[in-house]
């Protein structure tokens, strides 16, 4: 009989009753093996070999008897001949003993059947029988098997003689339960493996360290949450470095689930989301611009973020902002007149930033504002009626509502221009007078005041320019003449057109023309004479007589020209003559500083022609006078050469002079001469040679 395994739905305390079809043999062995304590009796399984035994050579007794048959008596059953004979007696006699022991050996060293445990009825299980169970359920090592193990052998007597055994394999059992609950925990599973721990029997050893196993357990568990929810805000806030570095922390956790799957579950999101991220980042570069198509593009890319993703919030958090920028660029173009572009716009606006009643309410109002913007009493009516389809429940109804209400004063203005634009069509003073009056009307505040003022405006200067127009034609007239007196009185004629009327810029324009002409005809004379003196070389009379003419007068730029020319000539002689003087001297410093002074002679004046041949003749003198020096005092004479300016006849001579003194006085070191036979095996190249 093979050893029977436990099966899953075995419980101890529950067995079934014995089978019917137990021999009765099993249920004299169960009985005699137990005391009513469950202590089995000492050499049970021998007796049981022994019954056994008996059995089994009672059967072959039976199966030796002759089998009655028929008809047959055993006073005719006579024994064959072959009985008879003493030597198959002999044969015999020596034979059954022996196979007798045989027989009785073999029962004896026949091992008994293993117990099946699952059909065995526990009250009256003996306690070899319950610690045989109890180690075959604890081989399975799970932990109701365990638990199973320990509640057979449990109950056993405190001074069961296989106690200590039983006590050492309970403690075992408990550890290993408590192991069990370990894997469970490095499993992730911590629920499951405080459960499990707790249920540890209470007496054992194994269970005083059970509390302190589970509050290391929730310790480590702790801490790994709540690096875990540090990281994820860490994501949030899309600081992903920080959140790296709070993902390693978990490596360094004392359960496997948390520093394997939970680590590589962090890594992966961190990695996600920090490329959505990047995504939003890049949106929200493209919403800086303010341009529609890069708003759009934005929108898509917050709109490609995933639900599950840490940036998520984000995402929609700046969907609603890149609608309201764009609607805000469709009022711009609206608040420009061009209602067209500005509903194009709007409804490129996906429904993904929350935008989509406001949407349609600007769209509507846009429509409405393009007919009012007709200016036509039927248009004006048209819009109203399209701003009255916006519901109390809408977004935009409040500004609707606002537009109706300046429509219908609208209209009421628009009749007041229209009547008095027929006015002024007239062309008469009392005609525009008229349509003044009716524009007048229209209150300020109301939605055509600046247009009423402006057309006021323009008809007001249409009577001024009709009231004044005679004075400056009169003046026209008179100024023809051009001489002093007519000009004067054209100007007193113009004059007449006060500040602020139409035609006053007209008159101040023409005004100051004649004015113009007057201050030539009474300046030119002093201009004239002042040329005069000035070609006779007369230049301080010159200058005199042309600064008679004021500032400020119309021939006052020219006269203030021919002063600044003159005066300019007049420094240059000064110059030249006392650069002359300083020359006389004939000392190198005095030529060199006559020379500095006729240079400021200006290369306009008449004077320049004599300056540049002196200025010539003067840096030759400096020359001779240097290589004068030259042939006791070289360093001198460099001095007194480079005192000759550039761009005279004699500076390239005084150059090359300086250079010539400068070789030598330093002379260049020359080549040293070597004899032909300790010239060296490859030649030098000296100087460049």
């Known amino acids: 009989m093979t050893e029977r ?45 022994k019954r056994s035994t008996q059995t089994d050579s009672e059967q072959l007794l039976v199966d030796k008897e002759p089998q009655e048959t028929g008809s047959l008596t055993r006073s005719s059953w006579k024994l064959p001949k072959w009985t008879k004979s003493w030597v198959l007696w002999t044969l015999l006699l020596a034979l059954v003993p022996g196979a007798v022991g045989l027989m009785a050996t073999a029962m004896l060293l026949k091992l008994p059947s293993a117990p099946n445990c699952p059909s065995i009825f526990w009250p009256l299980a003996s306690a070899s029988v319950r610690l045989h169970c109890a180690q075959l359920a604890a081989s399975k090592q799970t932990v109701k098997d365990l638990l199973v193990a320990i509640a057979l052998v449990k109950e056993l007597p405190k001074n069961h003689p296989l106690r200590k055994e039983i006590d050492r394999l309970i403690e075992e059992w408990s550890r290993d339960i408590l192991l069990l609950a370990d894997q469970s925990f490095q499993a992730g599973q911590l629920d499951e493996a405080i459960a499990t721990a707790r249920q540890v029997p209470k007496e054992e050893s194994a269970h005083q360290l059970v509390e302190a196993q589970i509050s290391k357990w929730q310790s480590i568990w702790s801490t790994a949450v709540g690096i875990y929810q540090e990281a994820e805000a860490q994501m949030r806030d899309q600081k992903w470095h920080q959140a790296f570095m709070l993902a390693a922390k978990l490596l360094r956790v004392e359960n ?52 599950d993703s840490y940036v998520y919030p984000k995402a929609q958090e700046v969907l609603p902002e890149f609608g309201r920028e764009i609607l805000e660029l469709a009022q711009a173009k609206l608040d420009r007149r061009d209602a067209d572009e500005a509903i194009s716009i709007a409804q490129k606006i996906p429904p993904s930033t929350g935008h989509q009643m406001e949407i349609e309410d600007f769209i509507a109002l846009a429509e409405a504002q393009k ?42 203005d628009v009749a007041h221009l229209e009547k008095a634009r027929v006015f002024a069509s007239q062309g008469s003073i009392n005609d525009y007078a008229a349509a003044i009056a009716e524009a007048q009307q229209i209150p300020d505040g109301n939605p055509r005041t600046q247009e009423a003022k402006k057309e006021i405006g323009s008809w007001v200067a249409q009577i001024q320019t009709i009231e004044d127009r005679p004075y400056l034609d009169r003046a026209e007239q008179v100024a023809m003449f051009e001489d002093v007196n007519s000009l004067q009185t054209a100007i007193a004629e113009a004059g007449q057109i006060q500040r602020g009327r139409a035609l006053y810029p007209e008159a101040r324009r023409k005004i100051g023309i004649w004015t113009a002409k007057i201050q030539r005809v009474e300046d030119q004379p002093y201009l004239d004479q002042a040329k005069n003196l000035a070609d006779r070389g007369d230049l301080p009379s010159a200058i005199a007589t042309a600064q008679q003419i004021a500032s400020g007068r119309a021939l006052s730029g020219e006269a203030q020209a021919a002063i600044d020319e003159w005066q300019g000539q007049i420094r240059a ?14 000392t190198p410093e005095a030529l060199a500083k006559a020379i500095r002074i006729a240079n400021r002679v200006p290369d306009n004046s008449i004077l320049r022609s004599d300056v540049n041949i002196t200025i010539d003749q003067w840096s030759q003198q400096l020359l001779d006078i240097a290589r004068a020096q030259g042939e006791s005092d070289i360093p001198r004479a460099i001095e007194t050469a480079r005192l000759i300016l550039r761009g005279t006849s004699a500076y390239s001579a005084a150059r090359e002079q300086i250079r010539a003194w400068q070789e030598y006085l330093n002379p260049q070191p020359q080549p040293q001469e070597y004899p032909q036979e300790s010239l060296p095996e490859q030649p030098t190249i000296l100087n460049g040679q």
């Open 371 to 412: 007919n009012a913007w007709l200016g036509t009493t039927a248009s004006l009516e048209v819009a109203i009626s399209q701003a009255q389809q916006i519901e109390a429940t809408r977004p935009s109804y409040e500004k609707a509502q606002e537009l109706i209400a300046s429509w219908q004063l609208e209209i009421q």
């Open 573 to 586: 002689r000064q110059n030249w003559k006392r650069a002359r003087e300083i020359a006389v001297t004939g």
């Open 5 to 49: 395994d436990i099966p899953e739905n075995w419980l101890p305390g529950k067995a079934r009753e014995p089978d019917n079809n137990m021999t009765r043999t099993s249920r004299k062995q169960q009985s005699s093996e137990t005391h009513t304590s469950g202590v089995p009796v000492t050499g049970s399984m021998i007796e049981s070999v």
């Open 256 to 307: 496997k689930y948390w520093a394997t799957t939970k680590y590589e579950q962090l890594d992966r999101l961190i990695v996600s989301a920090r490329e959505d991220g990047d995504k939003l980042a890049k949106a929200k570069t493209l919403a800086e611009s303010k341009v529609v198509d890069n708003l759009l593009k934005a929108i898509k890319l917050a709109e490609s973020i995933q639900q």
